[in-house]
């Protein structure tokens, strides 16, 4: 069998992805204990992955829908599903791979192996939240009656993206948590605020008009704001996303990039860190 040699002077640019297809038993072993425990000793169990999506769309569309009066052009409810499925798994890998790395420390300390499957792990079990919301979407579209839109053939694009850009955001906090501790209480008020910056319960213009012109150009500049407009309009049609889309993607590939770029600068010292 071969050996592993760590060599501490030699810098990694980025992640080695054959070494990463060498371990991926482990990371199925890691998605698989992350998705036992997570409703192991609840009451109610898998139901709670129900209840979080529904409580937080009725939310949503009684705030935005009744007291805001936004107009859409379907039932708001079934508009703010749709933007709410994409949002709901960022959100969770965005808030489980913060402390994926410091929660599994005891593993980092004893054994070698690629940090960066710890992260990556958390994006399978987030699909649990996201194929449910599509199942809440795909009811609601049914009650209502509306067929999917011509343009549905752009939906994986869509999804694809948003996975990358949580993965990418996942990998960037899992990094930095482990050096500033303090983004352990950063996180989950980053989750609150995008929760009402994406435009999840609303279009994009909505918030635009509102906004001076400054704060639109920031606005855009969330990725996960073409994400979920681009992902809506291939369910439902519309006003196509537009350049807005190509701003996303730019966005998401730098986070990326970067974000394992950094990881991997940090990774032969996170034994240290944590």
Not at 83 to 111: A, D, E, R
Not at 122 to 150: N, Q, R, T
Not at 224 to 243: E, I, L, N, Y
């Amino acid at each position: 069998m071969s050996k592993k040699i760590i060599d501490a002077s030699h810098k990694k640019i980025m992640p080695d992805i054959k070494e990463l297809l060498n371990y991926k038993d482990l990371f199925y072993t890691l998605a698989w204990r992350d998705f036992k425990v997570r409703y192991a000793q609840t009451t109610i169990g898998l139901l709670w992955a129900v209840l979080q999506p529904v409580v937080t769309l009725l939310i949503l569309s009684l705030v935005f829908g009744r007291f805001v009066g936004v107009k859409t052009d379907v039932p708001h409810v079934l508009f703010t599903v749709a933007g709410m499925s994409l949002w709901t798994y960022f959100s969770y890998v965005m808030t489980n791979s913060g402390n994926s790395i410091i929660s599994s420390q005891g593993m980092v300390k004893k054994i070698y192996f690629p940090r960066l499957i710890i992260p990556l792990s958390k994006a399978i079990v987030g699909f649990i939240d996201f194929g449910i919301s599509l199942l809440i979407m795909i009811v609601l579209m049914i009650y209502f009656g509306i067929a999917p839109s011509e343009n549905i053939w752009y939906a994986p694009l869509f999804i694809i993206m948003g996975v990358v850009a949580a993965l990418s955001v996942g990998v960037w906090l899992s990094a930095l948590t482990i050096r500033y501790r303090d983004f352990q209480h950063v996180v989950p008020f980053m989750v609150q605020i995008g929760l009402y910056v994406t435009p999840i319960a609303y279009p994009a213009e909505f918030a635009v008009k509102q906004l001076p012109s400054w704060a639109a150009g920031l606005f855009y500049l969330n990725p996960m704001a073409g994400v979920v407009q681009g992902f809506r309009w291939s369910v439902f049609g519309g006003d196509s996303p537009g350049k807005m889309i190509y701003l996303s993607a730019a966005i998401i590939i730098v986070l990326l990039v970067s974000g394992m770029s950094y990881f991997s600068s940090v990774e032969d010292k996170m034994a240290d860190y944590v």
